[in-house]
């Protein structure tokens, strides 16, 4: 169990440290990525449940800011993985639900829980990928920085701020409880009993709980006045506006216009 918090940990800060890099797409002010990556969410998702072509052409986006931003690709799909049994949880029973059968590809026939399904599971990695890479090129605190400057309640941004940290706080906190255990059971692998995981779960709570009153006063004795500041500086310039107006209007295009149909009837055009 210490294993997996340990790498939970390392996981979390890695997203950190993977936003400290210097390429084009980290040097973009925030708010161009988070407006950027609303559009694209949004557009992504109004999509009818069946869809499933017209979905293809949104991966372009993703595959671009992992080779702008040099993101490792292994991680981000790791971090896709271990979310995605929620989703598949969620659709596992369209195919049994909706049976009407909405396509032919020669004798088999697609019914129209399979293509909700898969497009449950296009619509799912398109989302949660860019929301990761926007974390991962970007970093949380310069997130909560940008949707306080784009008119979120301040209050909302330092909550999201604080609870990220929390988090960091309670992993930190369980790992060493852990640990103090292992070291007092003389590394038992009979695992932790019921009781004395009730214990420790409750003296984790109060851990961490007087530890973040702690770290709040030192932040308080420091003039820390709800506003978020970092270290890098941002500036919205030429490069942000034409990120923001080119890739919106393209998410805007690709919604409204069938992409695939159209090249599809021009490689047939070709063909004649």
Not at 35 to 49: E, H, N, W, Y
Not at 71 to 84: A, D, E, H, N, T
């Amino acid at each position: 169990m210490s294993e997996k918090i340990n790498r939970a940990f390392y996981d979390i800060g890695h997203l950190d440290s993977l936003a400290e890099a210097d390429t084009p797409l980290h040097r973009l002010d925030p708010r161009a990525k988070v407006l950027v990556t609303a559009v694209f969410i949004i557009c992504v998702v109004s999509f009818d449940k069946y869809e499933i072509a017209r979905l293809l052409p949104f991966f372009l986006y993703p595959a671009l800011l992992i080779g702008l931003g040099n993101l490792p690709l292994g991680f981000l799909l790791r971090k896709l993985l271990m979310v995605s049994p929620f989703v598949i949880f969620i659709g596992i029973f369209n195919p049994w639900l909706d049976r009407t059968v909405l396509l032919h590809l020669g004798s088999l026939h697609v019914t129209g829980g399979w293509l909700s399904f898969i497009s449950l599971l296009l619509r799912f990695s398109l989302t949660v990928g860019c929301a990761l890479i926007l974390i991962a090129s970007t970093g949380f605190p310069a997130f909560c920085m940008a949707l306080e400057k784009l008119g979120a309640p301040r209050i909302l941004a330092v909550q999201l701020l604080l609870l990220y940290r929390y988090l960091f706080i309670l992993i930190g906190e369980a790992i060493r409880m852990i640990r103090a255990h292992s070291l007092r059971s003389f590394n038992r692998k009979s695992g932790i009993s019921f009781k004395v995981f009730l214990q420790m779960l409750g003296n984790l709570l109060l851990r961490t709980i007087d530890r973040a009153q702690r770290i709040h006063r030192a932040m308080l004795s420091r003039a820390f006045t709800r506003e978020i500041r970092i270290v890098r500086q941002f500036s919205f310039g030429y490069g942000e506006a034409m990120f923001l107006i080119g890739f919106s209007g393209l998410f805007i295009v690709l919604r409204l216009t069938d992409v695939a149909d159209l090249l599809g009837r021009l490689l047939l055009e070709i063909s004649r």
